[in-house]
């Protein structure tokens, strides 16, 4: 099953902000083409896109997702694939790039929940057995780094 994280701010990324994670990626195993970023190491699959104006985005205009309380200006996506490593490199990542660029959000797709920048879940996105159902990544990649 594929992971999907987005990196939201409210604002529009700054010229500034760019450069920073072009350079985070590159410095930290990543390759950039036309279409975004992916890994160049063989056992991680990640891909990152940039979308710089995810408000005209059909996803953010039809059907916004309920925990999310604003259209997003930026939205950075990271997309894992194939094992468990991917993913908890995609989370590790998604925090690093959400340090950088500090006023964001970040949204689990598959979950439904929110994250501050330092991984921290917002309350009102937690519901039932959820999180713990398919594993609290962020949480598990703050533990380790601790």
Same mark, same amino acid.
């Given at each position: ?13 700054? @010229? ?16 950039? @083409? ?41 939205? !950075?996506?990271?997309?894992? @694939? ?18 950088? !660029?500090?006023?964001?959000? !970040? ?30 990544? !962020? ?8």
């Amino acid at each position: 099953m594929a992971l999907i994280l987005s990196i939201l701010q409210h604002s529009k990324i700054t @010229d500034r902000d760019k450069k920073s994670v072009h350079s985070f990626l590159l410095d930290h195993g990543f390759r950039g @083409d036309e279409y975004g970023y992916y890994s160049a190491r063989e056992d991680i699959f990640i891909d990152i896109l940039i979308i710089s104006e995810p408000e005209n985005e059909s996803y953010w205009i039809d059907n916004p997702p309920e925990a999310i309380w604003y259209t997003p200006l930026t939205e !950075i996506v990271l997309q894992s @694939d194939r094992n468990d490593q991917s993913h908890r490199e995609c989370y590790h990542t998604a925090l690093e790039l959400a340090k950088i !660029i500090m006023d964001c959000i !970040i949204y689990d797709h598959q979950i439904g929940v929110v994250y501050d920048p330092q991984g921290k879940p917002y309350p009102h996105t937690l519901s039932g057995e959820r999180p713990e159902e398919y594993g609290a990544g !962020i949480s598990e990649v703050n533990a380790a780094s601790r």
